[in-house]
């Protein structure tokens, strides 16, 4: 029988285990879930039950860039809860999400000019790769089935992102379900070469070549398409080498493949333009995003695809649906509504020059770690930074997960992947406070690298 709210103790239900959390260690939840409960945001901060606040590091999960209750988000989502909460996006669609599509081709590099709404990143990632798949076939090129990633890319929890990504905990469990004929590129994090890079590292531009070799060993007949992350955010900022990108582009364009940038992350302003694409000067076909697009408020993602794909789909019979693929909330007014209330602030409050103006401030302050006792690498980029601890030699993880629980208790929310703490503050933190946040930091690290 349901409890009633007044009787309901959040602390022994998530004790007991009803509540199954997506990439979490359960049952270390289970024995101290009191400390795991957030109750309330607003601006950069959680509340715990008991009343502390806690800096949120990693703006949610990247998706927050805006801060919580951000009082223009909760007024549109008011707003349009009243006047059309849902309706479907087949056949039919709203003007919020059509002029969303609008706004989002307007930020986009030229020639990305149509969008397909989908709910998150993962479904994306999907979207995207099924639109390549498809378009090779109906230009006659349906031999073209392989989807190359990378090492250490993560492109959510689908069988095809899972397929293209590259990590290996992620993928362990489910070879069984993987797509046929996937292949990898190397990743780019080079300690050895560049530990302690600010931004871009100036070498490595040359591991875009691994694409020659992977197409001279399945034939470029046989690639549909590459998907990378810009910036490989999940297994902790790991930034292209300058002239990488670029590479990988004259490789695909080459070859017939297509180039799928994974935005996830990085589009909407988290390097200070709006997508990763504008701050490489790279285009790609396909940009996948999500996560910020709605501030993280309603689920959202999306694939902004280029001209000439659309246009392959748009053929055959006119009563014919030209793509059979879509989401039952693909297009949600709410979300939609969010998003442009989102773009207004980006906009109104220019954003984006912020984030580059705190790029150096962040800069600075992770940098102050560089060489420090159990630090073996400091990177950033845009409003987002790593830092990588010595793994402890008999537990590796250890120290990442006593990191993120002593982070809760000295006013951090902090995300630890492993040993490496990433960074990515919300765009309106203030200098003073990416800087305690570093000093806290700081503290933390040496404890547990003592
Ligand atoms: C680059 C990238 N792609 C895809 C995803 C998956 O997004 P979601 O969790 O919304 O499915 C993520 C999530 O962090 C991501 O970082």
Redesign the pocket.
Known sequence: MASSPSDFDPVRSLAAGTYWMPFTANRRVRQNSASRLIASGRGCYYRTPEGATLFDTLSG??CTPLGHAHPRIVEALKTQAETLDYCTGFQVTNPVTVRLADRIVAMAPDGLDHVFFTN????A?DTALKIALGYHRLRGEGGRFRMIGRERG????GFG?LSVGGIVPNRRMFAAGMLNGVDHLRHTHTPDTAAFSHGQPAAGADLADDLDRLVALHDASTVAAVIV?PVQ??TGVIVPPVGYLRRLRELCTRHGILLIF?E??TGFGRLGAPFAAQRFDVVPDMI?F??AVTNGVVPM?GVLVRSDLYGTFMTGPENAIEFAHGYTYSGHPLAAAVGNAVLDIMEEENLFERVLSLETVLQETVHKLDHAPGVTDVRNIGLAAAIDLQPDSIAPGARGLKLFELGLSHGLLLRCTGDTVSLAPPFVATPQELRAMGETLAGLIATVTH
């Open positions: 999960l990247w998150s990143g993962s479904e990632v993560y492109h959510g929890v992102g992350e955010g999940s994974d996830v992350i996948t999500a996560k993602g």
